[in-house]
Each structure stands twice: as structure tokens, then as C-alpha cells.
């Protein structure tokens, strides 16, 4: 069975802040891919990055980073120097290993993030 | 690019009622997931499909819904007949049939059963 938590309910922060967001996951599988989306209040699930459980290399876009720790589970992501844009609901979601195909995301339950100016 | 299009994006209607919502997959894609988000639960899968064949449905709640996808384009979820713990934002997304492929979703329907 896969399990993703993410700890932080609700998170906020001042504007040009930075903020991490915590996720750790469950799996038996040793081959799977780590996701993170964001949902802004508008309400769509925006994809933002994806993560092979064979590459550990952090990654880093623009005021993003992604810090992916195989040995703790973790799949963390922070924002540098936030700004009210970034407000939203962000989940992280884990891909099982299907043998090939397509399969289904099991989420996280999110964390709430507030940006305040 | 289209992205995937789902509809009605908001639907309103009595307990006992058919509900049939509707999605449309980015063209190419070749699976379709259908997920519910509420509170309570979060988003959790419902269904999905690759090359328009069903292949995990065990996240339907129960015999009231159903799943179609008669071709590589449309796609249909039915909740018959419709209870108020049904309302939640049903969301449609698709990808390729690769593995670790992202899903794109659509807006959501917001149903919400009286």
C-alpha cells in the first residue's frame, strides 16, 4: 500500500520568506515517481515537478527547489523569497511502479500555503 | 494546446438524481484517471483507464457510480442514483500510457447533491 504525508496542515509566512514544505512517503515498490501540484484558489491541480526515485539529485527552478532524500523518505519542496502568488494548496503525490503503464497518484492531503504581504 | 476539458464545471441537483459528468482527454493522451476531492478524504482515485480499458476501479466508492470511456476522447462518470455525500470537485486528468508520465487535469466539476 502507498501512503503520502505531508504534516503541515496550514503554513504562514510573510512575503519574501522562505518556506519548505515537508513530505514523506510509503511505499514497497523500490522503483517510483514523486510528484508535487499546486492548486491556487482559482481551484485547478497545476503539475510543477516530477521526480524518478533513481535520481536523488535536488533540482531547482527559479525561486523552487526540490530536495529528494531516498533514505528518509522525503520529497521536500521550498519556496525562496516567497511572494503572495505562491498561495495556494500544494500536494505531493506518489506514482507506484505498474510494470509499464499509466496507474494512479495517491496524494497527499496538502498543505495550505498562505503568503501574506 | 487544448488541455483536458471536463463538464458541466458546476452542477447542482437533488438526492436521487442521475448525474453524468463529462471529460475530454488532451489529445494523444492515452490514460484517463477520474479522482474526487473533499475535504475529509482529500483527492483520492477513483478509476482509470488506458487505450479506453478500465483498469483499476477499486477507488469507486460504490455500485451508484460508473465509468465509461467509449473512445479516446470522451469519457463519462455517472453517479445513479445521486446521494448529498456524493458532493465533492470531481476531477478528470490524462497522460500518456507511460509509467511516472505527469497527469494533467482538467477544472473539475463542483457537484453538490441536495
Known amino acids: 500500500a502507498q501512503k503520502v504525508t505531508q504534516a503541515q496542515t496550514e503554513i504562514s509566512v510573510v512575503e519574501k520568506e522562505d518556506v519548505t514544505l515537508d513530505c514523506v512517503y510509503e511505499?514497497?515498490?523500490?522503483?517510483?515517481?514523486l510528484f508535487w501540484y499546486k492548486q491556487p484558489p482559482s481551484g485547478e491541480l497545476v503539475f510543477l515537478i516530477r521526480?524518478?526515485?533513481?535520481?536523488?539529485q535536488n533540482e531547482i527552478s527559479g525561486r523552487y527547489s526540490w530536495n529528494f532524500q531516498k533514505s528518509t523518505s522525503s520529497f521536500n519542496f521550498t519556496i525562496t523569497a516567497s511572494q503572495v502568488v505562491d498561495s495556494a494548496v500544494y500536494f505531493c503525490?506518489?506514482?507506484?511502479?505498474?510494470?509499464?503503464?499509466?496507474?494512479?497518484?495517491?496524494f497527499g492531503k496538502g498543505t495550505h500555503l498562505i503568503i501574506q504581504p | 494546446d487544448a488541455g483536458v476539458i471536463q463538464s458541466p464545471r458546476h452542477e447542482v441537483t437533488e438526492m436521487g438524481q442521475e448525474v453524468t459528468l463529462r471529460c475530454k482527454p488532451i489529445?494523444?493522451?492515452?490514460?484517463l484517471f477520474w479522482y474526487r476531492q473533499t475535504m475529509m478524504r482529500g483527492l483520492e482515485l477513483l478509476i482509470y483507464?488506458?487505450?479506453?480499458?478500465?483498469?483499476?476501479d477499486s477507488g469507486m466508492p460504490e455500485d451508484r457510480f460508473s465509468a465509461k470511456m467509449p473512445n479516446a476522447s470522451f469519457s463519462t462518470l455517472k453517479i445513479q442514483p445521486s446521494e448529498p455525500r456524493d458532493s465533492a470537485v470531481y476531477f478528470c486528468?490524462?497522460?500518456?500510457?507511460?509509467?511516472?508520465?505527469?497527469?494533467?487535469f482538467g477544472d473539475g466539476t463542483r457537484l453538490s447533491i441536495l
Open positions: 486528468a490524462s497522460s500518456s500510457d507511460m509509467w511516472g508520465q505527469p497527469q494533467h
Open positions: 511505499t514497497r515498490d523500490t522503483t517510483y515517481y
Open positions: 521526480r524518478n526515485s533513481f535520481d536523488e
Open positions: 503525490a506518489l506514482a507506484p511502479n505498474s510494470g509499464g503503464g499509466a496507474d494512479g497518484l495517491t
Open positions: 489529445s494523444g493522451h492515452n490514460s
Open positions: 483507464f488506458n487505450n479506453n480499458v478500465p483498469i483499476d
